[in-house]
């Protein structure tokens, strides 16, 4: 009987995740006629001709470009600033270390637009005394969002780095690496899961964000949350196209994923229940 209902549940659970998969593959191949007429579930005539229109309509490549641009930076440097400052809360104890875990994880409890006009006015003054072009770039996005990501990427890192046992370091130490060393050579190999899973969250921080990109980036720098919006004119909305687009650009996030899902599911495990 037990078994019975948990797999009747997870089957409603499949279907309630992915009828809306379904929705947006069959609206994908649907005339715009029947994406705006009543709801069907089956088109009344297959039609690729969104998926060729999608790449006209808007300039889809250059946000994808711009999307894969920034999500990578920043991923890259929030796994890499996460990955030393959790080695050095992890391996050395110092005055303060619990409360600056505490400290550094605080900052998610804070809706994000709380952050949007300070943000704002200080990339403004930096671009008005030091000519960087902070606003309406990709490097300003990147650093917008590594003050998303880092804070839990580093706590959640330096809890993973306590589950690696410290003599795999005193190992190294003694045949003759530095702690620098130690930590490349044999703690990284070792952390591999965490590491991932910081990564994947970054990048998927990143690849997301609507409410930053809409005001820090213009008609160049525009991103594929905020670009999407583009298919939606003042004479008509392209559903069709705007289900095909949003297919095309979530396959590789997906596929991404997928492959990447057990370090995931265990960089998550191992470090949520250490401190």
Known sequence: MYRAFRALALAALALFTLAPVYVMAMSSVKPLRDVQGPFTWWPSEITFAPYVEMWRTVPLAAYFANSAVVALCAMTCSTAIALFAGYAVSRYRFRGRRAFLATVLSTQMFPGILFLLPLFLIFANVDRLTGLELINSRAGLTVTYLTFSLPFAVWLLAGYLDSVPRELDEAAEVDGATP??????????????????????????????????????DQDTRTLAVGLQAYATQANVYWNQVMAASLVVSVPVVLGFLALQRYLVAGLTAGAVKS
């Open 180 to 217: 620098l060393g130690a930590l490349f050579r044999v703690v990284v190999p070792a952390a591999r899961p965490g590491i991932v899973a910081v990564a994947v969250y970054a990048f998927m921080t990143a690849w997301g964000e609507v409410l930053f990109a809409s005001v820090l980036t």
